[in-house]
């Protein structure tokens, strides 16, 4: 008998054995119809006792009828419809190629249809602006030659009264007098064309429309085709430690406008903001030496003198706990509703930034210094090679919570190494210089009547939950959107006074301070 190496496996027949399993030698001439397994005839009084058997030449024709069957269905069927399949698969992989190259060109040549359309646009509205010009000029220096003629009559009358009054005879007296009563009428100022350009602040959509539908299959979606929804970002990854799972923040889209929330007047001057986790701020004033916690509706919630002038506050994101920086060149922490020295610098700190890391970022003049909560330094800005300090004067500094990069409003004042051009300094973590924003795209921005643009003039600087920067442009008296790149994306508000202060609190509400005490709550984005 066959049997298996494995003691209690079933014994098998392997194809093309023609000797039976069970017994050895023996030739395998019957078939079981019970068992549907070939035996021999000895198999008949022991593994197959009384199955029902056949001869097995007599399942030999039935077979070749089956093999025959099979043989011609596959030819005539089966491997002709495959080779219809191969040839069917290579005109889709033509068709596939030919599309995509069809849809490009065609999407290529819709773009450059765009750009000769925006371009012939372009030189249509600026020859209209040539023309008006021109048009202008004329009507101007007609208008100026009008008053300079006029002007030279009045002083030629002017000339004659007097002589008239000194020596002129009664007739001349009277001539004189009924010529200025009937002197010429100062020339009609002329009506000049005029014109406006309000640029589109949210040119998205219209763009996509112009451009046309994109539309694809669903086969298609979650396999890296970015979607175009206006003002969509694609979930950004959030740093994990080791053994953490990936998290990602949620899908962020910028809303068609700025929502202002609400709106309030503080009872006290303020130079910066800290949004609390509950709803409410912490301000400061750096002329002042008290710290105001305020509610939504500007409400002093609590009051925390301390011995000498504040100059900048920050709220610690792993604490939430208040740190200050004064003028007596001492760091102190809001503990108990008292502010609890911790260390002091050497050097009069201008603006302060408690990190996630724990540590504490101190701007000072010509350099920003990394410290431990004990005031141990980490690190400091590095030489730049060039002379000028990598930030010259710092006035306010902002952590991302996505790259932990560093953002710092630098007003780069001439008599500490700058160049007088305010500008704003993002560097990674270790003070190595990513970026200068300095604001120049932002006079594209500016309608008709501040085309020439007031100089970009930051005040405040804070990331957003998505690595965004939001900034406060004091002389333009705006906040503006820009990437964590330093790509401008749009003016989020403008407000008839200028931008002092900015923060933004966990769900991306911006709190805004225009003209010292005036503050806005400002929502421009959605989750």
């Given at each position: 008998?066959?049997?298996?190496?494995?003691?209690?496996?079933?014994?098998?027949?392997?194809?093309?054995?023609?000797?039976?399993?069970?017994?050895?030698?023996?030739?395998?001439?019957?078939?079981?119809?019970?068992?549907?397994?070939?035996?021999?005839?000895?198999?008949?009084?022991?593994?197959?006792?009384?199955?029902?058997?056949?001869?097995?030449?007599?399942m030999?024709?039935?077979?070749?009828?089956?093999?025959?069957?099979?043989?011609?269905?596959?030819?005539?069927?089966?491997l002709?419809?495959?080779?219809?399949?191969?040839?069917?698969?290579?005109?889709?992989?033509?068709?596939?190629?030919?599309?995509?190259?069809?849809?490009?060109?065609?999407?290529?040549?819709q773009?450059?249809?765009?750009?000769?359309?925006l371009?012939?646009?372009?030189?249509?509205?600026?020859?209209?602006?040539?023309?008006?010009?021109?048009?202008?000029?004329?009507?101007?220096?007609?208008?100026k030659?009008d008053?300079?003629?006029?002007?030279?009559?009045?002083?030629?009358?002017?000339?004659?009264?007097?002589?008239?009054?000194?020596?002129?005879?009664?007739?001349?007296?009277?001539?004189?007098?009924?010529e200025?009563?009937?002197?010429a009428?100062?020339?009609?100022?002329?009506?000049?064309?005029?014109?406006?350009?309000?640029?589109?602040?949210?040119?998205?959509?219209?763009?996509?429309?112009?451009?046309?539908?994109?539309?694809?299959?669903?086969?298609?979606?979650?396999?890296?085709?970015?979607?175009?929804?206006?003002?969509?970002?694609?979930?950004?990854t959030?740093?994990?430690?080791?053994?953490?799972?990936?998290?990602?923040?949620?899908?962020?889209?910028?809303?068609?406008?700025?929502?202002?929330?609400?709106?309030?007047?503080s009872?006290?001057?303020?130079?910066?903001?800290?949004?609390?986790?509950?709803?409410?701020?912490?301000?400061?004033?750096?002329?002042?030496?008290?710290l105001?916690?305020?509610?939504?509706?500007?409400?002093?919630?609590?009051?925390?003198?301390?011995?000498?002038?504040?100059?900048d506050?920050?709220?610690?994101?792993?604490?939430?706990?208040?740190?200050?920086?004064?003028?007596?060149?001492?760091?102190?922490?809001l503990v108990?509703?008292?502010?609890?020295?911790?260390?002091?610098?050497?050097?009069?700190?201008?603006?302060i930034?408690?990190?996630?890391?724990?540590?504490?970022?101190?701007?000072?003049?010509?350099?920003?210094?990394?410290?431990?909560?004990?005031?141990?330094?980490?690190?400091?800005?590095?030489?730049?090679?060039?002379?000028?300090?990598?930030?010259?004067?710092?006035?306010?500094?902002?952590?991302?919570?996505?790259?932990?990069?560093?953002a710092?409003?630098?007003?780069?004042?001439?008599?500490?190494?700058?160049?007088?051009?305010?500008?704003?300094?993002?560097m990674?973590?270790?003070?190595?210089?990513?970026?200068?924003?300095?604001?120049?795209?932002?006079?594209?921005?500016?309608?008709?009547?501040?085309?020439?643009?007031?100089?970009?003039?930051?005040?405040?600087?804070?990331?957003?939950?998505?690595?965004?920067?939001?900034?406060?442009d004091?002389?333009?008296?705006?906040?503006?959107?820009?990437?964590?790149?330093?790509?401008?994306?749009?003016?989020?508000?403008?407000?008839?006074?200028?931008?002092?202060?900015i923060?933004?609190?966990?769900?991306?509400?911006l709190?805004?301070?225009?003209?010292?005490n005036?503050?806005?709550?400002?929502?421009?984005?959605?989750?």
């Amino acid at each position: 008998m066959a049997v298996s190496n494995y003691k209690g496996q079933i014994p098998f027949r392997v194809k093309g054995q023609t000797s039976c399993i069970h017994h050895k030698g023996t030739c395998l001439d019957v078939y079981c119809e019970e068992c549907k397994e070939l035996a021999c005839m000895k198999c008949l009084s022991t593994v197959h006792q009384s199955h029902t058997v056949c001869d097995l030449r007599e399942m030999t024709l039935q077979k070749k009828q089956d093999i025959q069957s099979f043989v011609n269905k596959t030819e005539k069927v089966d491997l002709v419809q495959i080779d219809q399949y191969i040839t069917s698969t290579d005109k889709h992989l033509k068709d596939n190629t030919s599309n995509i190259e069809k849809l490009s060109h065609q999407l290529k040549t819709q773009t450059n249809k765009l750009k000769h359309d925006l371009d012939l646009l372009t030189v249509q509205t600026l020859s209209l602006y040539q023309q008006m010009e021109e048009d202008n000029t004329k009507l101007l220096q007609t208008y100026k030659q009008d008053l300079e003629m006029y002007s030279t009559q009045l002083k030629h009358q002017v000339q004659e009264c007097k002589i008239a009054l000194q020596r002129g005879s009664d007739i001349q007296v009277y001539d004189t007098g009924h010529e200025i009563q009937s002197s010429a009428t100062l020339p009609v100022k002329p009506t000049l064309c005029t014109a406006s350009f309000s640029p589109n602040q949210n040119p998205q959509g219209h763009l996509e429309q112009a451009f046309g539908e994109v539309n694809t299959s669903d086969q298609c979606q979650g396999q890296g085709l970015l979607g175009s929804s206006t003002g969509q970002r694609l979930p950004s990854t959030q740093h994990r430690s080791k053994g953490e799972k990936e998290l990602t923040s949620p899908v962020y889209i910028l809303l068609p406008q700025t929502k202002v929330l609400g709106e309030l007047i503080s009872p006290c001057d303020i130079t910066s903001v800290c949004p609390t986790t509950d709803g409410q701020v912490w301000t400061s004033y750096f002329y002042s030496n008290t710290l105001t916690l305020l509610d939504r509706k500007g409400q002093v919630i609590q009051e925390v003198t301390h011995h000498a002038e504040i100059i900048d506050i920050s709220l610690s994101p792993t604490t939430n706990t208040l740190w200050v920086c004064d003028k007596e060149n001492n760091i102190t922490e809001l503990v108990s509703g008292g502010l609890v020295h911790i260390f002091s610098t050497r050097k009069t700190p201008q603006c302060i930034c408690i990190t996630a890391s724990n540590h504490v970022i101190v701007g000072m003049a010509k350099h920003l210094s990394k410290l431990t909560t004990k005031g141990k330094l980490v690190c400091t800005t590095p030489a730049t090679g060039t002379g000028k300090p990598l930030v010259c004067r710092p006035y306010r500094i902002s952590e991302c919570p996505v790259t932990h990069n560093v953002a710092v409003v630098d007003f780069d004042n001439k008599n500490q190494g700058g160049e007088g051009k305010p500008r704003v300094v993002v560097m990674d973590t270790d003070f190595k210089e990513l970026f200068v924003y300095d604001g120049e795209v932002l006079h594209t921005y500016q309608p008709p009547s501040q085309s020439e643009g007031e100089r970009f003039n930051p005040y405040g600087v804070v990331y957003d939950s998505v690595g965004n920067l939001v900034i406060g442009d004091f002389n333009n008296k705006s906040v503006v959107l820009s990437s964590g790149c330093g790509e401008f994306l749009r003016i989020l508000h403008k407000d008839g006074y200028c931008a002092y202060a900015i923060g933004v609190d966990k769900k991306d509400v911006l709190w805004v301070v225009f003209g010292v005490n005036k503050v806005k709550l400002l929502q421009y984005s959605s989750v």
